[in-house]
């Protein structure tokens, strides 16, 4: 798949097929994630990829809003060392982002669930055995999709100044394609 055609057809996934996910396809998106930049090319990140229903449903019953982890076949938590790093939230995002394209490409469904400073993170430190040093930036859900929704994007112009904040001006909305 063309990286633009991921990068648009991408969208949050939180109902999923009962269809197991391919552990290389898994593994494909978790070497996706390790080619992130991350500062000073530390590579301070680890995930947990889980798949045991128990877990994720331990997981899915603290988090408020991922209740569909106990569903998606797959959860990868992903962590990261702020005493390695104080780069590791950057560091961390570039790389899930990078697993969310990856998982599209290969058409799997994906959802990101903050957890990092939220009143769950420790628990499910707890539950999943992470050392303290060590933080949950979020969990992602991944499977196949059972849903195909529908989200848009705030238009282009309102987000772009020129030169200096406050200086917008109308832009026509690009097409994305890798050939032109
Ligand atoms: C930092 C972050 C935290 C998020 N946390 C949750 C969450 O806890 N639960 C959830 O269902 N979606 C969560 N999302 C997904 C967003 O709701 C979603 O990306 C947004 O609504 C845009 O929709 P799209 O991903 O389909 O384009 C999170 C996304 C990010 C980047």
Not at 42 to 58: D, G, M, P
Not at 99 to 122: R, S
């Given at each position: 798949?063309?990286?633009?055609?991921?990068?648009?057809?991408?969208?949050?996934i939180?109902r999923y097929l009962?269809?197991?996910?391919?552990?290389?396809?898994?593994?494909?998106?978790?070497?996706?994630?390790?080619?992130?930049?991350?500062?000073?090319?530390?590579?301070?990140?680890?995930?947990?990829?889980?798949?045991?229903?128990?877990?994720?449903?331990?997981?899915?019953?603290?988090?408020?809003?991922?209740?569909?982890?106990?569903e998606s076949p797959?959860?990868?938590?992903?962590?990261?060392?702020?005493?390695?790093?104080?780069?590791?939230?950057?560091?961390?995002?570039?790389?899930?982002?990078?697993?969310?394209?990856?998982?599209?490409?290969?058409?799997?469904g994906?959802?990101?669930?903050?957890?990092?400073?939220?009143?769950?993170?420790?628990?499910?430190?707890?539950?999943?055995?992470?050392?303290?040093?060590?933080?949950?930036?979020?969990?992602?859900?991944?499977g196949y999709p059972a849903?195909?929704?529908?989200?848009?994007?705030?238009?282009?112009?309102?987000?772009?100044?020129?030169?200096?904040?406050?200086?917008?001006?109308?832009?026509?909305?690009?097409?994305?394609?890798?050939?032109?």
């Amino acid at each position: 798949m063309d990286l633009f055609e991921a990068i648009l057809g991408r969208r949050s996934i939180r109902r999923y097929l009962d269809k197991p996910v391919e552990e290389e396809k898994i593994l494909k998106c978790l070497y996706a994630a390790t080619w992130a930049p991350s500062a000073h090319n530390s590579q301070h990140w680890n995930f947990i990829v889980v798949r045991e229903l128990e877990i994720r449903r331990k997981l899915a019953d603290i988090h408020r809003w991922g209740r569909f982890m106990a569903e998606s076949p797959v959860v990868i938590v992903a962590l990261g060392n702020p005493l390695k790093s104080s780069f590791w939230r950057e560091d961390l995002g570039a790389a899930v982002e990078n697993m969310l394209l990856a998982a599209q490409a290969l058409g799997l469904g994906t959802c990101w669930m903050g957890v990092a400073d939220t009143p769950y993170e420790e628990e499910m430190k707890k539950i999943l055995g992470v050392p303290e040093n060590l933080r949950i930036l979020c969990t992602v859900s991944m499977g196949y999709p059972a849903e195909r929704p529908i989200r848009g994007r705030e238009q282009l112009s309102r987000k772009v100044h020129w030169e200096k904040y406050g200086v917008q001006r109308e832009i026509k909305e690009p097409t994305l394609t890798s050939s032109s």
